[in-house]
């Protein structure tokens, strides 16, 4: 809210700068975001006294003027007619700025220098009137123009926050001032003139939705002429950040911003049956509002409604065919309270937000109804010429009553840690016109304009503490005692498991938990798969973001496809975090899972060699480092799934359950995502893997006696996988065999045709004693031969 | 004598060539030549057996310091060789430590996660323990139980995601609070972080974004333990040297409410574009915990008090990295990555 501090002025006695008046409100929760000096626009305009006049001597059209601006005389050259010696005159100086951003600079006209301009009205944004501005008498050479022609003064910009509708207006803030300078709240003072006829015989109104309307009250202005506002009445609402209209919608909007009740005039003579009735709109009934919206309605919204038809959506904005127009003779003034929750569901429903709907929506002043529509009326009749009926139509329920609190002191410095004294404490609250009797215990009546946020002791504990100033309220710091020590096992899990990725070159990543759901068409993922189980949102922001992903690959692709469209095209990336599986009605189950995507280079390119681009084998290093480094018995098998390389695709499996999957990229997959080169992805649940991660590692002594190593060099045939061999070598070689190590593989000549050659290293140990030559020999040449009888191998010499 | 000569000339003749030897290959050769099985002096000692007896003594002593003499003058000629031949070796394998190093380079930890840990690290010091929630909500834990009920004008300030009426993405950390006392009994000490999700997206606003929220609740915790706690919070992160301010705030599931503001930390409050011109910066929102809330969980807010807070984790970052648009976190461009 825009808060002019002048306007303030009227209410509060400020003595304060206007800064330490912002940073008292600010920290009173009063948040001043920005002070601004209203007319700002204008810069280096000071008013000057014409000294002397002549004419230019090559341009008889030009003169030539002597200006005292206080400080010194000026020459300026002007082509205004209408001037005499001793006018006041607004002088803009070199460098001055003026409205639309126009800047005055010192400059010749032909043949003579002129420092400076003389300024019309509407360079000033004063009024549209043109010719040169003459001040009034009382001006000074070389007074600042803002503050000759009261155009100028400080504006507040002001958060109120959702629990202070009493703020949002210029009384409401005068209120807060005072309480925080312990200065007196002045009201606005003013005589109403009733005249005419009695209002009862001129209108007629009728409230069928009484909980929804508690009090509707009305009066009737007639003769009145419409025409433009006063000047000072037309400033204040601008600075307001509001735009003048005529001399009766600029008084509802004065009156807004003073004391924070809307008001709405009808044209009373283009109401049908010169009534109001206040009731619920019909289902699709229609009203074009005042901004020329034709709007659909619902039984959700409350009207205001002539004999026929709906003339205003109540609290939120009028309609166009009864607004006040230039032929308007006679109005009603309507002043009302209408439920917060129905403005506030009728304005999102209708998706339109007004002054109006705002401070109804967090609740009026109950008592501000008839203060707010007297305080109208007599500014109207003021301003258009208008007479007032006599009377006002007044609806309502019945008068509530404030509520009376119990406050204890004690109560009040055990949540603030603070010791205050019960004076201090009232002192406070009466200051905020809360009522405070002390007996044995404060109690304190809340005034009507609190009553929605005051309604707990908490409640005025909270006043006080805020009043007080937080930052009174000394530090300390709690003593935590907690009955066990609690540890998040899976934050615990996560951050190793950032760790080991990272030390594998891996980047972690962040990304939405929303995808979209033709990312499962491009994964290739079969249309009745469990992953194609989705939970969608009802109101994406898109439909790229319309479901919760179950798989967090779409994710991952996508950040390499943004990076290699950037040209990077070495990527190893990594993100941890939920999946969520659909679980009927029910809130979904969220998965804890981990995800890699690797492609491109190692970032070792200059000695070429085998290890220079991610493969299988490198991200197969990465699962097995989580497993010995997790203590986790994990286990990769072949497998297949769709978003994988029918080939190179291998489950991860752990105490026997498929928790992920591993392997290249399928191609098709590959191109969907429009990505050049090989894909090598990790998904995995890590949520099992919780289990172990306190598990510490026991010692083992360590061996006491040599080990012995041997070479043994088979050919095989291709189907047979390194796991065959491997775990046939050991079985043969039994518990003398300490390590079974591959350090060759071999495909071409001079090995057969459908064969491979592998070369294993077996190293030999005995716990117990050193092993001898001899029987090293014997248990490796029983390896070699159940190799050959079992497997079909050739050992090669 | 014969033999005197030619030790003689045996004599010059080595020394010459030990001399002259440029490898110690050739040295080996002149070795073998002299001092090997058939040398020439291993040939002049064995002739010794036929020298007369009153000239073995003589010639015994010549021959002797021939051998010795050659076997010393290779020894140190070898050595000589050994040496130069090394260092000629060590040279000539010289390497370009210039060249790029071996092996991938270390992957990084994303700067929201670093926060977090930072963040999240002061308060486990303290000793406040992680928990963990839902991101997928119901109404009533991300609003009801939090004393915002339907209708409420705070609910304006969330824009939510929304998955059937009842069901939604949390639009705060907060419903966790309500998950965890509903569970434990008072002490608790608890933080939450964990992603949150908002209906408005531009430069400083992410639909998805992180949030850590912490709570204690025991006998006799007061405003002042709140003050004091997000002071140390502040100290520790962003440093002692930044003046932390606490003023009136709303929160519909604590009262009194604050806003816990930084001095501005990039222009020491001075006022600048990224404070907008304030000299502070928003940093938390934090309260006692509304005794409504207490009820919804069971707790007696007449015995037990506690505090809460929250903060929204990019904008942390955003201040500690000098981030200035918020989106970037969620790109995963490799070279802002890097930069962490």
Same mark, same amino acid.
């Given at each position: ?315 939120? $904005? ?195 938990? $929303? ?168 998904? $995995? ?113 | ?62 021959? @002797? ?76 834990? @991300?609003?009801?139980?939090? @004393? ?183 790109? @995963? ?8």
């Amino acid at each position: 809210m825009r808060v002019p501090l002048e306007w303030l002025k009227e209410y509060v006695d400020v003595k304060l700068s206007p800064e330490e008046l912002a940073k008292r409100l600010t920290m009173s929760g009063i948040e001043v975001s920005s002070i601004e000096f209203h007319g700002k626009k204008v810069e280096g305009v000071v008013a000057g006294k014409i000294k002397a006049i002549e004419r230019h001597i090559r341009r008889p059209d030009l003169f030539v003027c002597q200006i005292d601006i206080g400080r010194k005389i000026i020459q300026v050259v002007t082509d205004a007619p209408n001037l005499r010696v001793g006018d006041k005159v607004p002088v803009a100086l070199h460098g001055a700025k003026l409205v639309k951003d126009i800047r005055v600079k010192r400059m010749e006209l032909h043949g003579v220098e002129s420092f400076g301009m003389l300024c019309k009205a509407h360079e000033l944004g004063v009024s549209e009137a043109q010719g040169i501005l003459i001040l009034g008498f009382e001006a000074l050479p070389g007074e600042d123009i803002r503050k000759v022609l009261g155009m100028g003064g400080y504006v507040f910009e002001i958060d109120i926050l959702p629990n202070r509708p009493d703020c949002l207006s210029i009384i409401g803030i005068g209120r807060e001032v005072a309480a925080l300078t312990s200065k007196k709240l002045e009201h606005p003072v003013f005589k109403l003139k009733e005249e005419g006829k009695k209002i009862k015989k001129l209108a007629n109104v009728t409230v069928r939705e009484n909980t929804l309307c508690p009090r509707y009250m009305a009066r009737v202005i007639e003769d009145i002429e419409i025409g433009e506002s006063p000047q000072w009445l037309k400033e204040r609402i601008i600075a307001c950040g509001l735009r003048p209209v005529n001399n009766i919608v600029d008084v509802t909007n004065y009156v807004l911003m003073e004391i924070g009740q809307p008001l709405h005039a009808f044209d009373l003579n283009l109401l049908r049956g010169r009534e109001i009735i206040v009731r619920r709109a019909r289902p699709k009934e229609k009203i074009i509002t005042i901004d020329d919206v034709e709007r659909e309605l619902s039984g959700e919204n409350l009207v205001i409604a002539d004999s026929e038809r709906p003339i205003a959506i109540a609290g939120v $904005m009028g309609g166009k065919d009864t607004e006040v127009n230039p032929g308007t003779r006679t109005i009603l003034l309507e002043s009302a309270y209408f439920e917060p929750f129905c403005v506030n569901r009728t304005s999102k429903a209708l998706k339109l937000r007004t002054e109006s709907s705002i401070r109804f929506a967090r609740g009026v002043d109950l008592e501000g109804v008839a203060k707010a529509l007297d305080r109208a009326a007599y500014l109207i009749s003021k301003t258009s010429g208008g007479k007032i009926s006599r009377g006002a139509l007044d609806i309502k329920v019945k008068e509530r009553k404030p509520k009376v609190l119990t406050l204890r002191k004690e109560r009040v410095n055990k949540i603030l840690g603070t010791d205050l004294g019960s004076q201090e404490m009232v002192s406070i609250l009466k200051k905020l016109d809360f009522k405070v009797s002390k007996g044995k215990e404060i109690k304190v009546e809340v005034p009507l304009f609190r009553a929605n946020d005051i309604v707990r002791e908490i409640d005025l504990i909270e006043e006080i503490a805020r009043v007080h100033g937080y930052e009174k309220i000394k530090e300390s710091m709690p003593h935590i005692r907690l009955k066990e020590e609690k540890e998040n096992l899976l934050d615990l899990l996560k951050e190793k498991i950032r760790k080991i990725l990272v030390g594998h070159g891996l980047s972690e990543v962040t990304t939405f938990s $929303m995808i979209g759901l033709k990312e499962f068409d491009k994964l290739g993922i079969p249309k009745n798969d469990e992953l194609r189980s989705l939970i969608p949102l009802a109101n994406p922001l898109s439909e790229n973001e319309g479901v919760l992903r179950t798989t967090l690959i779409p994710s991952l692709l996508q950040v390499l496809s943004h990076n290699i469209r950037r040209q990077i095209k070495d990527i190893a990336v990594f993100e941890i975090d939920k999946t969520f599986i659909k679980s009927g009605e029910n809130l979904p189950k969220e998965k804890a899972m981990l995800a890699c995507a690797l492609t491109g280079d190692t970032g070792f390119a200059w000695q070429k060699g085998k290890e220079e681009k991610f493969d299988f084998y490198y991200i197969k290093r990465i699962i097995e480092d989580l497993a010995i480094e997790l203590r986790s018995p994990i286990k990769i098998e072949k497998a297949t799934h769709s978003a994988f390389h029918p080939g190179k695709c291998a489950k991860i499996t752990f105490d026997n359950h498929n928790i992920g999957f591993m392997g290249e990229i399928h191609p098709d997959t590959q191109k969907a995502y429009d990505l050049p080169q090989s894909v090598y992805l990790i998904e $995995m649940e890590i949520e099992p893997l919780v289990k172990y991660v306190k598990e510490k590692p026991l010692y083992k002594a360590l061996p006491k006696f040599p080990s012995v190593e041997r070479d043994l060099a088979l050919i095989v045939p291709e189907g047979l996988t390194h796991e065959n061999v491997l775990s046939a070598i050991k079985e043969a070689g039994g518990d003398l065999i300490e390590d079974v190590r591959l350090f060759d593989r071999y495909k071409g000549k001079p090995i057969p045709e459908g064969h491979l050659s592998l070369a294993f290293s077996i190293t030999y140990r005995d716990p117990h004693k050193t092993l001898t030559d001899t029987e090293v020999n014997a248990r490796h040449n029983e390896i070699a031969d159940t190799l050959i009888k079992k497997l079909n191998v050739q050992i090669r010499k | 004598m014969v033999l005197e000569e030619k030790i003689k000339e045996i004599a010059e003749k080595s020394k010459i060539e030990i001399e002259s030897a440029k490898s110690t290959q050739d040295i080996e050769q002149i070795r073998i030549k002299y001092l090997g099985r058939k040398g020439e002096i291993t040939e002049l000692v064995r002739g010794l057996k036929d020298v007369s007896k009153e000239d073995k003594p003589k010639v015994g002593k010549l021959l @002797n310091e021939l051998k010795s003499g050659t076997e010393e003058s290779v020894k140190k000629k070898l050595e000589e060789l050994g040496t130069r031949e090394k260092s000629r070796k060590l040279e000539s394998e010289i390497i370009d430590v210039t060249l790029p190093a071996k092996g991938i380079e270390r992957g990084k930890i994303h700067p929201i996660t670093k926060t977090l840990e930072e963040v999240k690290d002061v308060f486990k010091g303290l000793g406040y323990y992680v928990v963990e929630g839902p991101d997928v909500e119901t109404d009533y834990y @991300n609003f009801e139980a939090l @004393n915002i009920p339907k209708d409420h004008p705070a609910r304006d300030m969330h824009d939510t995601f929304y998955i059937s009426k009842d069901i939604l993405l949390r639009t705060h950390t907060s419903p966790v609070q309500i998950r965890v006392m509903e569970k434990e009994k008072p002490p608790v000490a608890v933080i939450v972080p964990g992603k949150v999700y908002r209906r408005d997206a531009d430069i400083t606003h992410s639909a998805v974004f992180h949030q850590l929220e912490g709570f204690l609740v025991d006998e006799g915790i007061t405003f002042g333990d709140l003050k004091g706690t997000l002071t140390y919070f502040l100290h520790e992160v962003f440093g002692k040297i930044h003046r932390v301010r606490f003023r009136p705030s709303y929160f519909p599931f604590t009262e009194p409410s604050a806003e816990v503001d930084v001095e501005c930390i990039i222009c020491n409050g001075r006022g600048c574009r990224i404070c907008s011109n304030t000299g502070w910066l928003e940093i938390l929102g934090a309260g006692m915990i509304d005794p409504n809330v207490f009820k919804y969980v069971g707790y007696d807010s007449e015995k037990h008090t506690g505090f809460a807070f929250g903060m929204g984790i990019e904008r942390i970052a955003m201040l500690k990295y000098g981030i200035d648009d918020i989106r970037l976190f969620f790109e @995963n461009d490799m070279r802002f990555l890097r930069q962490f």
